[in-house]
């Protein structure tokens, strides 16, 4: 398992390749050697995206694709990730619209077809969770429609540890379910400052990262990404604590 960086942290820095050359530097400098493409400008095509990832000695691993792309562009979307050497396609959030018993089922409906195209090019379908999976109505999981609905070699789950903690969900529990769908996850952490709950640094707030990341080691799990939507502090600062904390455990 391999520590990377979520570029989603330092989104404000990837909007033009100048700045994107420069971020990408910055993050391998902290010591990264992965990243998760997400939120990057017009400007960063999977052609310079992957020119710059090869100068600066980082793997593309996964991205977070436009849901238009992935259902209606899936064949070019599949190339675009060859080009960039990345086998995981992400879906960054559920629309609205199928965030609920009766319409969820039509999500399967309209990912099915891609989530095969991309398992028979031999790469992966990923599902990015928040909080709102693991509403239960019915005494069903949002989530628990999607593990039905699809295969684990259809649609992986891009684990979000900090948004399984908000829905008051055990982490280390969500993890053993899910051993065979989790090749990637995302770490970020969650404290309190001034009574106000907030996003941290990993092991810089109240999750309990040890047992975590043990738990991690018993599944498939191949990238483990840290993300940090909102920083108290500059954005590669937080990071290079991520990223510290992590070497200090053994995870590089």
Known sequence: MKTGAQLYTVRLFTQTAPDFRETMRRVAEIGYETVQLSATGSEITPQIAREIADEMGLKIVLTHSDLNRIQKDTEQLIRDHEVMGCKYIGIGSMPEKYRNPD????????????????????????????????????????????????????LGITLDTYWVQTAGGDVCQWIGRLADRIPCVHLKDRGIVNGQEVMAPVMEGNMNFPAILEALKKTDCEYALVEQDTCLENPFVCLEKSYRNLAELGYR
């Open 103 to 154: 319409w969820i089922r039509r999500f399967a409906v309209d990912f099915k077809e891609p989530a095969r195209m991309i398992k028979e090019a031999g790469m992966r379908l990923m599902y990015h969770n928040h909080a709102f999976e693991f509403e239960k109505t019915g005494g069903t999981y949002l989530m628990d429609y999607l593990l039905d609905a699809f295969a684990p070699d259809e």
